[in-house]
T-cell receptor, first 115, second 112 residues
Framework: KQEVTQIPAALSVPEGENLVLNCSFT??????LQWFRQDPGKGLTSLLL?????REQTSGRLNASLDKSSGRSTLYIAASQPGDSATYLC??????????????FGKGTKLSVKP | SAVISQKPSRDICQRGTSLTIQCQVD?????MFWYRQQPGQSLTLIAT?????????ESGFVIDKFPISRPNLTFSTLTVSNMSPEDSSIYLC?????????FGEGSWLTVV
């Protein structure tokens, strides 16, 4: 059974710092991996989708990498800003596939960026 | 893109009662997904709702506890039946359009 773990559970950094969030998964037979952002009182927003054939994906100050063989992904946030404060979740589809809406999530990393 | 509206956004419910959560999408979609996020836990898929057929439930979730309706391609409801404090969670509906999954803002339920 696929399990997704995110470390650390919480992270507090000063503004401007570069940071890395970690995600690991137990079953490397994944189609893709997604990173989401969850703001308090709001739903989830998809940040980056990495296909299994890709090693990384970039969007603005965000860069996500994927190493299937080791079961790991990282989300790198450059020059962090207070507006980056949120919970970051990673998710993968279950081994048996199914629809794109069927995802297994980690518990998330709660990021706080201090001005 | 898709815009998803959920109602209610928050509610405090009495133990033993039932509550129905509504999910409205601004586009027609084949499948709608219902997730639960218990405090301190990860999002977990409850069921997938297809229009015109019964919902497909994930392991650990049953129709008697979480009945789902899907009367058309833009709307779905999830009922949380006979609630207990363990049902205190955020319930989110989601849809997939293209390669992107979209989530509603969630319904925060507290059972007292």
């Amino acid at each position: 059974k696929q399990e997704v773990t995110q470390i650390p559970a919480a992270l507090s950094v000063p503004e401007g710092e570069n940071l890395v969030l970690n995600c690991s998964f137990t079953d490397s037979a994944i189609y893709n991996l997604q990173w989401f952002r969850q703001d308090p009182g709001k739903g989830l927003t998809s940040l980056l989708l990495i296909q299994s054939s890709q090693r990384e994906q970039t969007s603005g100050r965000l860069n996500a990498s994927l190493d299937k063989s080791s079961g790991r992904s990282t989300l790198y946030i450059a020059a962090s800003q207070p507006g980056d404060s949120a919970t970051y979740l990673c998710a993968v589809p279950p081994r048996y596939g199914g629809s794109q809406g069927n995802l297994i999530f980690g518990k998330g990393t709660k990021l706080s960026v201090k001005p | 893109s898709a815009v998803i509206s959920q109602k209610p956004s928050r509610d405090i419910c009495q133990r033993g009662t039932s509550l129905t959560i509504q999910c409205q999408v601004d586009s027609q979609v084949t499948m709608m997904f219902w997730y639960r996020q218990q405090p301190g836990q990860s999002l977990t898929l409850i069921a997938t709702a297809n229009q015109g057929s019964e919902a497909t439930y994930e392991s650990g979730f049953v129709i008697d506890k979480f009945p789902i309706s899907r009367p058309n391609l833009t709307f779905s409801t999830l009922t949380v039946s006979n609630m207990s404090p363990e049902d205190s969670s955020i319930y989110l509906c989601s849809v997939v359009m293209g390669n992107t999954i979209y989530f509603g803002e969630g319904s925060w339920l507290t059972v007292v």
